[in-house]
T-cell receptor
Framework: AQSVTQLDSHVSVSEGTPVLLRCNYSSSYSPSLFWYVQHPNKGLQLLLKYTSAATLVKGINGFEAEFKKSETSFHLTKPSAHMSDAAEYFC????????????FGTGTKLQVIP | DAGVIQSPRHEVTEMGQEVTLRCKPISGHNSLFWYRQTMMRGLELLIYFNNNVPIDDSGMPEDRFSAKMPNASFSTLKIQPSEPRDSAVYFCASIQQGSNQPQHFGDGTRLSIL
């Protein structure tokens, strides 16, 4: 069985300060991990992905995430928040054994304060 | 790459009416997923297909919901009869099974049942 936990439902940061969105997972197999972003009234857009290559993954818009197997974590970070980063972020885990079924986290809403 | 195409983008209808949502996956992708997103429940997987065959429909809420995939380039999600509690955003996503790549999402259909 696989699961993913996003520890914070809401995160609020000031513009220009670092962003940290936390994600922990469990998976019986070697997982693939993804972060998606959803802006209001929009679909889900892929930010970045980890698929067993480099553990530090760089994505779009200056975001990056580090896969830490010992901590079963895949936290999303950005050095400096921009107003346009305000959105909801989803951490997703999947494994490629058999049929690929993904599990979504419950989402973290990021608020950026001017 | 045209991406996953969903139609209609918005639908408003009265309860009791039949609603049909449509999805065209990315060409070459052989797995297709239907999701529902609401404020209360977040993102829920309703059903997914692999090679046009329904693999897991355990997320389909009740018999009023049905989904078909008559060919590799088209899927429908039907609600009959519709109820106000079905109001949500419905997303379709597709992937090439076993590729370790992320799911690609459509822009969703915003459904309002009056």
């Amino acid at each position: 069985a696989q699961s993913v936990t996003q520890l914070d439902s809401h995160v609020s940061v000031s513009e220009g300060t670092p962003v940290l969105l936390r994600c922990n997972y469990s998976s019986s197999y070697s997982p693939s991990l993804f972060w998606y972003v959803q802006h209001p009234n929009k679909g889900l857009q892929l930010l970045l992905k980890y698929t067993s290559a480099a553990t530090l993954v760089k994505g779009i818009n200056g975001f990056e995430a580090e896969f830490k197997k010992s901590e079963t974590s895949f936290h999303l970070t950005k050095p400096s928040a921009h107003m346009s980063d305000a959105a909801e972020y989803f951490c997703v885990v999947s494994f490629s054994g058999g049929y690929q079924k993904v599990t979504f986290g419950t989402g973290t809403k990021l608020q950026v304060i001017p | 790459d045209a991406g996953v195409i969903q139609s209609p983008r918005h639908e408003v209808t009265e309860m009791g009416q039949e609603v049909t949502l449509r999805c065209k996956p990315i060409s070459g992708h052989n797995s297709l997923f239907w999701y529902r997103q609401t404020m209360m429940r977040g993102l829920e997987l309703l059903i997914y297909f692999n090679n046009n065959v329904p693999i897991d429909d355990s997320g389909m809420p009740e018999d009023r919901f049905s989904a078909k995939m008559p060919n590799a380039s088209f899927s429908t999600l039907k609600i009959q009869p519709s109820e106000p509690r079905d109001s949500a955003v419905y997303f379709c996503a597709s992937i090439q099974q076993g590729s370790n790549q992320p799911q690609h999402f459509g822009d969703g259909t915003r459904l309002s049942i009056l």
